[in-house]
């Protein structure tokens, strides 16, 4: 799933236990955000970017995910779903890339209220 983040500033990063919730807030209307949440964390790779983002892009299996099931001897990581942040620039740069058990990107509700 490929979906375009050029309308959206990262707002914020909420990581507690093996979870990691990411905000996103759209650049003109600030009520509008989205929410990238990510459960059954196993790794992840945040390079403090301040680029402007572009797109974020979920899929099943990676090498990301292989190399972790093998640094961690956990078999059944290698089907772990992992996420990219594109950032602008050439060649695919991307700022932020996790593998996780279950990634959802989803639209912001009233139970969020407390995700600041």
Do not use: P
Request: glycine content about 6%; overall charge negative; aromatic content about 12%.
């Amino acid at each position: 799933m490929n979906i375009n983040l050029e309308d959206y500033n990262l707002r914020s990063k909420i990581f507690s236990g093996n979870n990691l919730i990411i905000i996103f807030q759209h650049k003109d209307d600030i009520t509008e955000r989205r929410v990238l949440e990510l459960n059954e964390v196993v790794g992840f790779i945040d390079h403090a970017d301040k680029a402007e983002l572009v797109s974020l892009r979920i899929g099943e299996g990676s090498s990301y995910a292989f190399d972790l099931s093998l640094r961690l001897d956990r078999e059944e990581i290698r089907d772990f779903s992992e996420v990219l942040l594109f950032i602008a620039g050439t060649g695919g740069r991307f700022c932020f890339r996790a593998c996780a058990g279950n990634i959802l990107f989803r639209e912001w509700t009233e139970n969020d209220i407390w995700l600041k």
